[in-house]
């Protein structure tokens, strides 16, 4: 286990009771229902489940992107619902990483220009050995003149990644980093991933859908139907795919632990109402 | 933020080019209205007969005027007003005035075997030639019978002192002897000259001993300002505000009599077409940043998503317009020079305006015009850039851009306020508006206002539209239309893009094309109608002596012949300012040679203190036959004759001449009476009616023999009547053109950018439609059929649009709804759009299918 154990270990971002509706009456589609989730400084998780189980809008949320419909998210301390639209951006620059599937860059911007460009929304001198340290650690300094069109997809990910740390944020997330990429660049790309967290201290979410994936985390969440109902710890690959294959099957039932053991930082909550 | 839009300008400049040429296009036009602004608030003339004086008096060229509403103003007058000789006493007896030259002009002709020599020649005084100055190279000063002429006419005269020459002054042959050649070395080329002594001229001049302008030349060593200053107040106590002092680059104002009455032409020309200008720039930067900004949502969406505050992507919108349109701005400025010349150029050509005022275009114009073409895109950009930084950064996230809500309150409230203007100014035009020279500034906006709200409205029509026609198109077209209707119904937002620049572009360019066609129709029609004499004598000498209308008559097979003068003049009881047409004509021959319809009173009363006007004239001033109207002449002095009869308004099936016909706008004057008040003194055509039956060849004959004998004297056939005040509205008409042209122009380019653009983006849906099945020709059929639809909607609205200037301005000038002559431009302004349409849709699309389908699906961008 990777995480530092004789600290105590700060929580990064806290979801309490999140419900997320989209739309009104008959139409509403009940994306999160109840969510409680917490993500240690410092640790590497991945979110995992069916679609429709409610992941995308569970990133939105904690990432501060959409409002929840009830509940709460903490991003640092910082609860969400207190800020603004403008905090909020302010939140996202300063606080939160992101990285995407594809669509990551601004094409018109060189590979250097795409990665400062959080620090220049945010009216911050961009160091030049910050810069520097990140770009090396993407492995990407002969390439920073580059404009993202003559670069390959995993060359692209990882400006995008280059760019989600430059602003030493409290927390990255990443959507599906690796599903439009071959087997190799995404195992290089997730070993970039799992440096940030070990080197730099950063924390990590990921969304996947890629037990692969999946399996470079230091811990698995499992969500389905808006809850989540399922944990693994120091996952593998082949345990993060048999949970899925349950998951498919029994999409509308809660998961009893079961192999999982229960994790301290994170709750493990089966509803309410225990499920459907 | 900077940075940014630099470096997205730099990148995406191809996207930036319509925005580019909109903005460009539009500043220059912009500038150029600036230009004729100050031309017109300026109209400054260079001196050029009178440069060799530092201050010249002349006629006051405006007429002070109060209305009902005790609102006071200023005219300008149309003919020449002349100053009281008195006035030479008192501007001599100024302090510091060393001599005060009395100048008179009058069209003088040298006459070389019959034909007249030196176009547009002028008789002066011969101390006038101090004013220029004009030097003697040989010779001496004229005495009686004597004249000096210029070089030039010397030598196409062939002419040297001492030698005889023939001389047509007020329609009469003399013979002079030269005395002199004079030149003159200003460097103007100025109308060829003669010189009379003093004493003669003012004989010839038949002015009554009045002077045109007095030159004056200040004592050694007097303070230029102080002594303006001194003759002004001299000037104003001794000629009761009739007389004006001029200096510097005015004093050529005194050279061109009636020069001032383009004024108002020109400003309400460069009012009226400036502000179509901004607010055609203002929405085609609008829609084409809109557009540009539309394409580029997702990397909108992932700066917001990466940290860029609404504010910041607002202030990148801004930046990329700002650089865009300082660029556009700046390099405007020099065609924009060229643009304001050439429609100054129009109007000189035209008439309107005096080929010698000089066309002025300043910093002051172009400055404003770069602000006002900034501010207007700028304000574009502001309403573009609220836009995009609504969006929301978790779009940057989502595998597909969902279309916003299309209908804000916003724009629906921007769209229902535009089309409450246009209806506004429609109906205005159609109840409160004359025919005149300002009904084309409420009719034209109308189509422009009604263009831009339906096209704002568009998407949300288009799926009604869609709908109600989705039947008879799905049968005709099978499956093509089947899978294009869905589309257009599925994606109406998108077709509604496409749909909004060509209402723009039917129904702006349909509207002012047809209120052009109307123009040119009515006014054709009220030519001819208004004329009932075949041929006509006119005079390019300055006129016709009294004695030739008898000539005339007596010509065998002449049914009846009659003097005609044109003059512009003021009616005390029309609002103030509008100038109307007086026509002089002889009271004997008025009948026979003008179309006057039925009348009341008699026409053959219109001699001395007499006016006849039309019936619909009549009932808007308020007086009948019997009455006396109080009016001003075009050089200023007022008259109350009585009227003697009613024209027009004959209710004769078939005659199609009715109240407010707009050939019957006219005055009657007796011709001498008019005359008398213009600044050549004569009539300068007389129209002449054969007898029935009467042999053409032989009338024809007959004229030309009298016009030998008066050399400059042409015979006209099928002579044309018209006002100089219809002239006006013309030019405002043909203006029209250079608006449509710029429209098309904008309207195109916004076309072929939206559907290009909107083609692109569904290269992954053509391409997973020929997975499924379908060959390159169903695909093409169905954007064919797509376009069709998106042609029909956009016809019936802009026609819609347009008909908001067509109907009311038709109704003012010619009482039918319909727009009058050919509907050929409206046509091909439809098959245009149509043509654009799918080339710019099917182009692209059949380029995109030659790359195999499985590349294009999924490509998605």
Known sequence: ?276 | MWLLALRTLRFRWAGFIAVFTAMFLGAAIVMACGGLLETGVRMAAPPQRLAGVPIVVTGQQTRDTTDSTGSSGSTALGERRRIDPGLLDTVTAVPGVGSAIPDLSFPATVVVGGRAVGAGSNGHNWSAAGLTPYRLTGGAAPGSGEVVLDTGLAADAGATVGSGVQVTVRGTLRTFTVSGIARQDTGWSLRPGLFFSDAQARQLAGTDGRLDSIGVRPAPGVDLAGLERSVARAVASAGGGTATVLTGERRGLAELPGALSGQRTVTILAAVFGSWAVLIVLFGVASMLGLSLQQRARETALLRAVGATSRQVRRMVLGETAVLSGLATALAVVPGRVVGESLYRQLTDHGVVAREITFHQGWIPVAVGALVAVAAALGAALFAGRRAARTEPVAALAESTVPGRWLTTGRLLTALLLLAGGAGLSVVTATVMTDGPTLASTAGPASVLCSIGLALLAPGITRAVVTAVGRPVRALSGLSGYLALRNATTQHVRTGSAVAPIVLLIGIAGGTLSMQSTEDHVSARSRALGVRAEYALSSSTGGFAPGLLGAVRALPGVAGASELVDSTGFVDAASHGDTVDLRGVSADGARQTLALGALNGSIEDLRGNAVALSRAQAKSFGVRVGDTLRIHFGDGAAADPTVVAEYGGDPDPGDPGRPGDPGEQYLLLPADVLAAHTTTGLPTRILVRAAAGTDPARIRSGLDGLAAGLPGTAVVDHPAVAGPGRQIQQILAASNYTIVAMIVGYAAITVVNTLVAVTRRRRGELGLQRLTGATRAQVLGMLGVEGVLVAVVATVLGTVAAAATIVPYGLVKAHSALPQGSIGIQLAVTAGALALILGATLVPSWRGMRTPPIETVGSGA
């Open chain 1, 1 to 276: 286990m990777r995480t530092r154990g004789n600290e105590r270990p700060a929580v990064a971002v806290r979801l309490e009771a999140v419900e997320k509706t989209y739309g009104r009456g008959d139409g509403a589609v009940a994306a999160l229902r109840g969510l409680d989730l917490g993500f240690d400084t410092g640790s590497f998780t991945a979110v995992m489940g069916p679609s429709g189980s409610g992941k995308s809008t569970f990133l939105h949320c904690a990432a501060g992107l959409v409002r929840p419909t009830s509940g709460r998210v903490l991003v640092g301390g910082t609860d969400l619902a207190d800020l603004d639209e403008r905090r909020l951006t302010e939140l996202r620059r300063n606080r939160i990483g992101f990285v995407f599937q594809a669509y990551n860059l601004l094409s018109s911007l060189t590979v250097h220009q795409n990665i400062v460009l959080p620090l220049q929304l945010a009216g911050r001198r961009a160091s030049r050995e910050r810069v520097l340290s990140v770009v090396d650690r993407v492995g990407l300094a002969d390439r920073l003149d580059h404009l993202p069109g003559g670069l390959s997809g995993g060359q692209q990910q990882r400006v995008a990644i280059a760019r989600a740390l430059v602003t030493r944020p409290a927390v990255v997330f990443a959507d599906e980093p690796t599903g439009a990429l071959d087997t190799r660049t995404a195992a290089a790309v997730l070993a970039l991933l799992r440096e940030a967290v070990t080197v730099g201290g950063q924390t990590l979410v990921m969304v996947t859908h890629d037990p692969v994936a999946a399996a470079h985390a230091d811990r698995v969440v499992f969500l389905a139907d808006g809850r989540l109902v399922g944990e693994l710890h120091r996952p593998t690959a082949d345990a993060v795919a048999a949970r899925m294959t349950r998951l498919g099957a029994w999409e509308d039932d809660p998961v009893p632990a079961g192999p999982a053991s229960s994790s301290s930082a994170a709750s493990f909550d089966a509803g309410p109402g225990g499920g459907r």
